[in-house]
């Protein structure tokens, strides 16, 4: 019997030449491989096929870990078995790798557990087996195939995981719904000490901040405010504290309540951190989308999708209506209009639109987006390519949209704002059957 036995340095064929190692059961293979000599004993190197180049290890590595069978196999096994005419069987660890190996070169493969066990002791004396090729080459080659694979299979890029990007997205948003409770306890309870606060300073991060520097109303001096607030908020502040209809503090009361403004102070902060991030992470992952939405809106889009190559496989319909599902399954259901955008609809060039145009804004955006999107995701680029061009193109066909002469009724027959453009008012049939019947 022969065994096939892949390694990173290349293929090599083995004979077995004790009789034994075949009847034995699974657990007395390893008693066969347990030095040099033993091994040398029961098995013989037949042929072995070097790897000659990094790429070529790769192709090989990426077929066998898809289970095919690779050209520089598939020319081993023809010469040394097809073509020397061998009737004995061969020996495999890949159960489907032996399936492709039988019905495309017809020899006949053996697999069992028998064999993954000769193939992992053939592995253990590989160096008293095989003359030529040292340990420390082994592992050199083993690393360099190692590194090589794991970039092929994986793709990977630090700058190209996704998975954060979900995470950040989802984060933010979860930020932005604890900040505004946070923001609106904060003003329901300072307001019942100083309720005209809220109107002057409306800002929550700049609500929280006067919050902590005023404390008790006119118990403090006003100088801090000025550090980031306008000189005239400051004295409309200061004339507002002295005519405040909210009713006095405890000191226990405040201490709770500047404790919360802190608390949201750190929240926005920790928010505005988060939001650099996410745009720094997007402009690396999807430069070409987040030049045309934004890195919020793409992030929204990449995290709905699940991930990069998901949005990319979308197409622009699908993306023209993503976050947009449960309005457009019931419209299916009840046979009403499907909404005409979903995301996409808080985009910069849909909300520049007239009211009228937005459906068709939508459509062209989402059409440039799947290109977009199928660029950042196929190919390694750092800065946006195909965006630049789409972001023009958009922007002129908002600008012909938005210029474009409302067609207005006078007389009874539809007149555009330039001379010469005239069109009859529709012929109404049922007007002229009444018209007759009444002559």
């Not at 002791?121 to 095989?130: A, D, I, M, N, Y």
């Not at 979900?166 to 930020?175: N, R, T, W």
């Not at 430069?287 to 949005?311: C, D, F």
Request: charge should be positive; glycine fraction near 6%.
């Amino acid at each position: 019997m022969l065994v096939l036995l892949e390694t990173p340095a290349g293929y090599g064929l083995f004979k077995i030449t004790d009789s034994r190692l075949l009847e034995c059961s699974v657990e007395d293979v390893p008693s066969f491989f347990r030095d040099g000599d033993s091994a040398r004993s029961s098995v013989k190197l037949s042929a072995f096929s070097k790897f000659k180049t990094t790429e070529n290890a790769l192709e090989e590595a990426t077929a066998l870990s898809e289970s095919r069978l690779g050209k520089q196999l598939k020319k081993l096994l023809n010469k040394k078995v097809v073509g020397a005419k061998v009737v004995e069987p061969l020996a495999v660890c890949d159960k489907v790798l032996a399936v492709e190996i039988q019905k495309k070169l017809k020899i006949d493969v053996v697999y069992n557990p028998s064999t993954v066990e000769i193939a992992r002791g053939l592995k253990s004396q590989f160096f008293e087996l095989v003359a030529g090729i040292t340990e420390s080459d082994c592992k050199s080659m083993a690393l360099s195939l190692s590194h090589s694979l794991a970039r092929f299979k994986l793709k990977f890029s630090p700058d190209k995981v996704d998975v954060m990007v979900v995470q950040a997205i989802g984060l933010l948003d979860d930020l932005d719904r604890e900040a505004n409770n946070f923001g609106m306890r904060l003003k329901e309870w300072y307001g019942w000490h100083f309720p005209e606060l809220a109107h002057i300073v409306p800002d929550m991060a700049l609500y929280s901040r006067a919050v902590r520097h005023i404390g008790i109303r006119g118990s403090t001096s006003f100088d801090d405010l000025e550090s980031f607030l306008p000189k005239d908020v400051v004295d409309e502040i200061k004339k507002a504290c002295e005519i405040s209809m909210g009713s006095e503090l405890l000191s226990d009361d405040l201490e709770a309540i500047v404790e919360l403004a802190e608390r949201l102070e750190e929240m926005l902060g920790y928010r505005a951190t988060l939001e650099e991030y996410l745009r720094v992470r997007m402009r690396a992952l999807a430069p070409n989308l987040t030049y045309m939405v934004g890195e919020v809106i793409g992030a929204r889009l990449l995290s709905h999708s699940g991930s990069l190559i998901n949005l990319a496989k979308q197409p622009a319909s699908t993306v023209q209506i993503l976050g947009a599902e449960k309005a457009l399954f019931r419209a299916l259901k009840t046979n009403a209009p499907t909404p005409k955008y979903g995301i996409i609809y808080h985009a910069g060039f849909v909300g520049q639109a007239q009211p009228k145009h937005k459906g068709r804004i939508s459509r062209i955006l989402a059409a440039k987006l799947a290109l977009c999107v199928r660029v950042d995701a196929l190919k390694d680029s750092q800065e946006p390519t195909v965006a630049i061009e789409n972001k023009r193109y958009l922007e002129q066909k908002l600008l012909e949209l938005s210029s474009k002469p409302d067609i207005t009724s006078v007389g009874g027959i539809k007149r555009s704002d330039r001379p010469g453009q005239l069109q009859k008012p529709k012929w109404n049939a049922s007007k002229r059957f009444k018209a007759s019947n009444a002559e």
